[in-house]
């Protein structure tokens, strides 16, 4: 079985690594970080499905690492997908998407249109 690859796309002006959607749980930035360095991305865009299940559980402190590891590096990340049941599970999931929303390092988008829409006024 061959991997599928991360592919990138100009967005609002900035390189944007699109993360497939296809594979293994996401559970350490650096996973995809060394890719996002390789293809000049000002922006990764992560699939929510990909997410290991231990980064919506906010106690388990994947979440607070990855996002830590993006920042660190200068590299922005965007959540695509649906996460509405997750949000609607846990208070402090909830508040924490809505201050990445907020800000300009972390955003949770429910798909890639949305993502093209908000970078120019980032």
């Known amino acids: 079985m061959t991997e599928t690859l991360p592919e990138t796309r100009r967005m609002g002006g ?12 996401l559970r350490e ?7 996002a360095f390789h293809h000049g991305a ?9 997410l290991d299940p231990d980064f919506f ?5 994947v979440a607070g ?3 830590q590891k993006f920042a ?3 590299i922005r990340l965007a959540v695509v997908g ?11 999931f909830r508040d924490l998407v809505r201050e990445c929303d907020r ?8 798909g890639l249109e949305a993502l093209a829409e908000r970078l120019p006024r980032a």
């Open 103 to 110: 800000g300009t390092q972390c955003w949770f988008v429910p």
């Open 57 to 61: 559980r906010l106690r388990t402190g």
């Open 82 to 92: 649906d996460v509405t049941r997750q949000v609607s599970a846990s208070d402090a």
């Open 29 to 35: 930035a650096a996973e995809v970080l060394g890719d």
């Open 72 to 74: 660190n590096y200068r």
């Open 65 to 67: 690492e990855f996002l």
């Open 14 to 25: 900035l390189q944007v690594m699109l993360c497939p959607s296809e594979g293994s749980p």
């Open 42 to 50: 000002d922006w990764v865009a992560v699939p929510a499905e990909r």
